[in-house]
């Protein structure tokens, strides 16, 4: 009896003591995410990590976002996503809302819907600090000019025409080769040229800003609850001065996006009109019609680059390849070492590392190179080592009796590597050689990242315009699978001889 009186005293004191909150927080639903879609690799104003703690991603935009989440009662999550596939990612569903310095473009509203504009900005003209005569679009022709891939300031260059385009992947990229002298100047949007010009002691901003951006956010269409939210919440941020702080906090506020403010808040009932977007839907001939255009583009300004690197940077590779294997049987034992190291640096690290290496990382120790130099250098000495590996297997199955029978005869070494050993491994590694040229003829595709305009970028670039990347893709991988059946029709025809 004692014992149920205490059991029961115990339980009223617990019940007593213990608050009734974890109770109501197993009621509650949780918040609902907003999942929001940039490229943390972009760089600053926008999206970027923290140089102080690379753990924490922040940027204008990230601010944008955590208050636009308040506004909306739902929880902000970052998904990262490469910039240039923002837009196909969004319509997979991978996230709610494409938010990253998306420029509102006619081609660009035929797929998605876009928020009222959040931002107003132009594009910015940099040149090096001694350069003269550079002022406008005009003053480009003949010249060459870097920008962002995929960009506004890509087309408009493009509209221009005349210019030498060089896209990048990066921000940063397009100034390191301004200041190297790779290019004559840079065209940006004047966030990213405030944020990576104007501190550059090598660089300056010149001409008038050129060309009115908007940045808005992009949904997928089948979001229209979502569009008149994420509407209604960004007015309300207009009018309680919120975005405004954000930009000041970045040093990005200007007159243009306090005159757009002023006229949004102003005449809300314009908003639908700007963001409804009629899609047009295009045949099956239309599709057809497109890509019929896009064949001489790829063919006659993808394809020769493509051919030219991979056939230049294979024969470095082979005549590489040859010296490495000989210097690693036959040299002295430092000599072999050093080539034993090299081989297996190069097969052990990838190509996009050494190609980075060679373009960006070089221009620090004085040594500049072109992108085409760089992508034959890069792509030659990269299979110069896997070609050692062929030679030194097809040398070493040579029986070493042709070696001293040679010897025996009165040749050197040297004579006896020319005349009997060398020819014979070289027939017994046609095979593999020829399967590593197959390799590197589609790994060129690479070299598109040192702004290198070969088939593989020409196809992002017209895969961005309609956002038709399995159509345009098919015909790419068509036009690389005939370009590569003669080469093998070759190698066959010349292992049979």
């Known amino acids: 009896m004692e014992k149920s009186c205490f059991r029961r005293s115990l339980f009223i004191l617990l019940l007593v003591i213990l608050p009734p909150v974890p109770f109501a927080h197993a009621q509650q639903s949780p918040q609902k995410e907003m999942r929001w879609g940039g490229d943390s690799e972009g760089g600053a104003p926008y999206v970027f990590q923290d140089p102080k703690d690379p753990r924490r991603t922040i940027g204008f935009e990230v601010d944008i976002a955590a208050a636009l989440a308040a506004r909306l009662n739902r929880t902000p999550v970052f998904v990262q996503n490469q910039w240039d596939g923002l837009i196909p990612a969004l319509q997979r569903g991978n996230y709610d809302l494409a938010l990253n310095g998306l420029e509102v473009t006619e081609d660009r509203k035929t797929q998605i819907n876009f928020s009222i504009p959040y931002y107003v900005t132009t594009l910015q003209l940099s040149v090096r600090v001694e350069q003269e005569g550079i002022n406008s679009l005009a003053d480009l022709k003949g010249r060459t000019v870097g920008t962002l891939k995929y960009s506004l300031a890509q087309r408009v260059l493009e509209r221009e025409g005349g210019i030498r385009l060089r896209t990048y992947d990066g921000l940063i990229?397009?100034?390191q080769d301004l200041?190297?002298?790779?290019?004559?100047?840079?065209l940006n949007d004047y966030p990213i040229a405030v944020y990576y010009s104007r501190p550059n002691p090598k660089l300056k901003f010149?001409?008038?800003?050129?060309?009115?951006?908007?940045?808005?956010?992009?949904?997928?269409r089948e979001d229209a609850a979502l569009l008149n939210e994420v509407n209604a919440a960004l007015?309300?941020?207009m009018k309680a001065g919120e975005l405004r702080a954000i930009y000041e906090k970045w040093g990005l506020w200007n007159g243009e996006t306090e005159e757009m403010f002023r006229e949004m808040t102003a005449q809300p009932q314009a908003l639908e009109e700007f963001t409804r977007a009629i899609t047009a839907e295009r045949t099956w001939r239309d599709r057809l019609r497109q890509y019929a255009s896009y064949i001489p583009i790829l063919v006659f300004q993808g394809a020769p680059m493509t051919l030219l690197i991979s056939v230049a940077g294979m024969a470095l590779a082979v005549v590489f390849g040859l010296l490495l294997t000989l210097t690693?049987?036959?040299?002295p034992r430092p000599a072999a070492w050093l080539a034993r190291a090299y081989i297996e640096v190069f097969r052990g690290t990838p190509l996009l590392i050494q190609l980075y290496l060679i373009f960006y990382g070089l221009p620090n120790i004085g040594i500049k190179l072109t992108p085409l130099a760089a992508a034959i250098i890069g792509l030659g000495l990269n299979y110069a080592a896997y070609e050692a590996e062929n030679y030194r297997a097809g040398i070493q199955a040579i029986p070493k009796g042709q070696m001293e029978a040679a010897l025996s005869l009165g040749m050197t070494r040297r004579q006896a590597l020319?005349?009997?050993?060398?020819?014979?491994?070289?027939?017994?590694?046609?095979?593999?050689?020829?399967?590593?040229?197959i390799a590197?003829?589609?790994?060129?595709?690479?070299?598109?990242?040192?702004?290198?305009?070969?088939?593989?970028?020409?196809?992002?670039q017209l895969a961005s315009t309609y956002y038709d990347y399995i159509g345009v893709g098919l015909l790419t991988a068509a036009i690389y699978f005939l370009m590569g059946l003669p080469f093998v029709r070759l190698a066959r025809w010349v292992e049979a001889r």
């Open 328 to 331: 690693n049987l036959y040299a």
């Open 179 to 186: 200041g190297f002298s790779r290019l004559d100047a840079v």
């Open 235 to 237: 007015l309300e941020m």
């Open 206 to 220: 010149a001409g008038p800003p050129i060309e009115r951006v908007l940045y808005a956010i992009g949904l997928r």
């Open 418 to 437: 020319q005349h009997v050993i060398v020819p014979q491994a070289m027939r017994l590694v046609i095979p593999p050689v020829t399967n590593d040229f």
């Open 173 to 175: 990229n397009a100034y």
């Open 440 to 460: 590197l003829f589609k790994d060129s595709s690479i070299v598109s990242v040192i702004t290198m305009v070969e088939l593989t970028k020409i196809y992002g």
